[in-house]
């Protein structure tokens, strides 16, 4: 059983930055894919970013690419997501999910956090 904590959302204007981090429990954290997915109420569910257990593999959507980065401290079993330059179409309830399996598999997901972009 893994726990997730998501932290760090909240309102910022459009150009503007946010990190969001990921607190999660257990001790086999490193053998999770991390990752993040978006979700607002007029869209389904969209993926973001993910990366492997060694951090060495990073998986992203297109809209992302160049303004998101994502990053993980085995350490303190935690993921981050770094947004940058954000854009109102940006705005939804961010998850953090782990996956023990393929990147788009979610085995167990956070509460979420908010993130809206004001224009």
């Known amino acids: 059983q893994v726990q997730l904590v998501e932290s760090g959302g909240g309102l910022v204007q459009a150009g503007g930055s946010l990190r969001l981090s990921c607190a999660a429990s257990g001790r086999t954290f490193s053998t999770y894919t991390m990752g993040w997915f978006r979700q607002t109420p007029a869209k389904e569910r969209e993926f973001v970013l993910a990366?492997?257990?060694?951090?060495?593999?990073?998986y992203y959507v297109d809209s992302v690419k160049g303004r998101f980065t994502i990053s993980r401290d085995n350490a303190k079993n935690t993921v981050y997501l770094q947004m940058n330059n954000l854009e109102p179409k940006d705005t939804a309830v961010y998850y953090c999910?782990?996956?023990?399996?393929?990147?788009?598999?979610?085995?167990?997901w956070g509460q979420g956090t908010q993130v809206t972009v004001s224009s």
């Open positions: 999910y782990a996956s023990s399996s393929s990147v788009l598999t979610l085995n167990y």
């Open positions: 990366i492997s257990g060694s951090g060495r593999n990073i």
